[in-house]
């Protein structure tokens, strides 16, 4: 088997949302795992000097444009969340926790929370939402959110987000594949052709 | 005949320079006219705060790799400028003079600049490069040099410019379907797809 593809995302990122629909049949379809990475991209704003899109003037309005369209043509269910963006320091410290110590639950749980904040517009902020989540995928939710506010699972995400920025990761989502970057939901096809490429 | 398409760009902008080898046929293909309207992306940016890509930490090394890549996969002939960004003022001008006084040489004059800048790594500031290329179009050289020093002309720029930030204008390329606004060489199939409804 060849190696994985690095997925780097922050949750609150509606591309990375789109990415998640089609990043694990793709991979497999070249033989590849997915390593998700859930991570803050706040952390590489910092290192760049981005913003999130919506405090751009213009550019925030258009990428709602852009959104909805992208979904659309990509046959996707979205829905500009009502409160955007959230903070998404525990859901990325949940996965961490599940990758841990349920390790089959960790990526159902990462789509679960795409899906209810880019498709059912939920608060993924919200640890009662996080509890439900956790108890979708079959695992203790109080036993969850107890272990996520433990030193250790802080330490794994902030470890995960200096390896991200030390890498280039700079937006979401952010993908290697043999050590290639592929920056965003629009460069998948491009990201195809390479695994076409050495498959070959 | 349906309305144009408006193209926006900066002769400076390599991801314009790669829709302009795409935006006449597929213009064509439905019925469509372009309107090209070259400009000053710094005006935008001082607008939306945005920089050019290559003065971004990390995201401008990723342009580099990204660039290549999608030129080489789209099988448009691609290098790296040496001098990049350059200044692009007098190329702008001048296409706006001959768009005024040889309409037919204007669009011919644009995807020359282009690619004297992205194929042939020529410096498109330098006024005997730009003097080439209008003899190039079949225009007297120095007649189009002494005019787009002209305060008009000037005017006509600065007008164009204005206008693109009062339509939303952010990034290069930039295009507008029936006022739907589609930013970036990697939004021409969503274009497409559009342009397609549209027709139908």
Redesign the interface.
């Known amino acids: 088997m060849r190696e994985p593809i690095d997925f780097y995302f922050d949750f609150s990122s509606p591309y990375a949302y789109l990415a998640s629909h089609r990043i694990g049949e793709l991979a497999e379809r070249f033989g590849r795992a997915v390593t998700w990475r859930p991570m803050m991209l706040g952390v590489?704003f910092a290192?760049?000097?981005?913003?999130p899109l919506v405090e751009?003037?213009?550019?925030g309005?258009?990428a709602k444009?852009?959104l909805v369209?992208?979904a659309r043509?990509a046959g996707i269910p979205f829905r500009l969340p009502s409160r955007f963006p959230l903070a998404t320091l525990a859901a990325a410290r949940t996965y961490y926790w599940l990758e841990e110590t349920s390790p089959a639950a960790a990526v159902p749980f990462a789509a679960a929370a795409f899906g209810a904040f880019f498709a059912e517009d939920r608060d993924i902020s919200d640890r009662e939402v996080i509890a439900d989540l956790l108890a979708g995928a079959g695992v203790d939710a109080a036993v969850g959110l107890a272990a996520i506010a433990t030193p250790g699972i802080k330490e794994r995400l902030r470890a995960v987000n200096d390896e991200a920025v030390a890498r280039?990761?700079?937006?979401s989502p952010f993908f290697f594949v043999d050590g290639?970057?592929f920056?965003g939901f629009?460069?998948l096809p491009?990201m195809e052709?390479r695994l076409a490429e050495i498959a070959a």
């Open positions: 590489a290192a760049t000097g981005g913003k751009i003037p213009l550019k309005d258009y444009v852009d369209r992208t043509l280039g990761v700079f937006g290639e970057p920056w629009d460069r491009q052709l």
